[in-house]
């Protein structure tokens, strides 16, 4: 079993310890076209949410503006830790730096000691079950290999955020998006694996339902331009085939509305 201790990762490792994340009637708009209205949602401690919706629905729109990277228009965002980590669906690593140069990377930039910085690449590594492979240049590696040194060096921007302040937050905007079927299977149970090891709160954007059923918590449907949250499903206890059918169905209609006119 891979070990992380807690000078790499000194997360408090609880769940419903109140919300990491809390927006109150968020709007953005984008001159004429309102990509979120009146959007409400609560993330809390160690909680794995997953974002579905239309293409176009605001889903990204929703991360970059809780990643910092754009401004509302209206409404609130409540943080309860400094600086969310991100991961996309390119790994947008630096391709002349090592795997471990990347994910030191984030740890040399937040002011982190040098042997410091090194042991922890090294945990990160480990997790992600990169150990061995750090002197790899990012096109020495596969897809799925280059996803896992994106996630390690999340976790370890994450780390940083989360040493002040408590809970830290994982934003990942399709991640696994690009991958082949059964890779993405694969990291998926790793991601899995690594919540539950880490306990990060995690917001995970996907098009693909059934992704979202295998990994949230929470599923949250959002409707179309503008994007606001339709409705919730806990995973807990309910099968996942069920699940599933359920908010296929759900989608159908919110896809079938907008294409109406009527929603
Ligand atoms: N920087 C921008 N300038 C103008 N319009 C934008 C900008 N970013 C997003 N939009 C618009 O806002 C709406 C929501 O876009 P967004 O990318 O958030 O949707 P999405 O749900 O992530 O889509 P997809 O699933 O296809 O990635 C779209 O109509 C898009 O054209």
Redo the contacts with the bound molecule.
């Keep these: 079993m891979t070990m992380i201790t807690q000078q790499t990762w000194p997360v408090p490792r609880q769940r419903d310890a109140g919300p990491v994340v809390r927006l109150d009637g968020v709007s953005?708009a984008?001159?004429e076209?309102?990509?979120?209205a009146e959007f409400d949602l609560e993330v809390h401690a160690g909680e794995f949410v997953c974002l579905i919706?239309?293409?176009?629905?605001?889903?990204?729109?929703?991360?970059?503006l809780l990643a910092g990277l754009?401004s509302l228009t209206e409404g609130r965002i409540t943080r309860a830790t400094s600086q969310p980590a991100v991961m996309f669906q390119d790994p947008a690593l630096m391709p002349w730096l090592t795997a471990a140069r990347n994910v030191e990377l984030a740890l040399q930039l937040a002011g982190v000691g040098r042997a410091d910085r090194k042991t922890r690449t090294n945990e990160f590594l480990e997790l992600v079950r990169l150990g061995g492979l750090g002197d790899k240049r990012p096109h020495e590696l596969s897809g799925g290999m280059r996803q896992r040194v994106a996630l390690a060096r999340a976790l370890a921007s994450a780390s940083i955020g989360a040493e002040n302040d408590g809970p830290c937050l994982l934003l990942m905007?399709?991640p696994f998006a690009a991958l082949d079927a059964i890779t993405r299977d694969v990291l998926q149970q790793e991601l899995l694996r690594i919540w539950r090891a880490t306990s990060p709160a995690v917001l995970f954007?996907t098009?693909d339902v059934r992704e979202a059923v295998r990994l949230g918590q929470r599923v949250v449907l959002?409707s179309?331009?503008p994007?606001r949250v339709v409705q919730q499903w806990s995973a807990d206890g309910v099968p996942e085939s069920a699940l599933v059918g359920q908010i296929n169905a759900r989608l159908r209609e919110v896809i079938g509305c907008h294409g109406n006119g009527s929603g």
């Design positions: 953005k984008f001159g076209v309102t990509a979120l919706g239309a293409s176009g629905c605001g889903k990204s729109t929703l991360l970059n754009e905007d399709e954007v098009h959002l179309s331009r994007g």
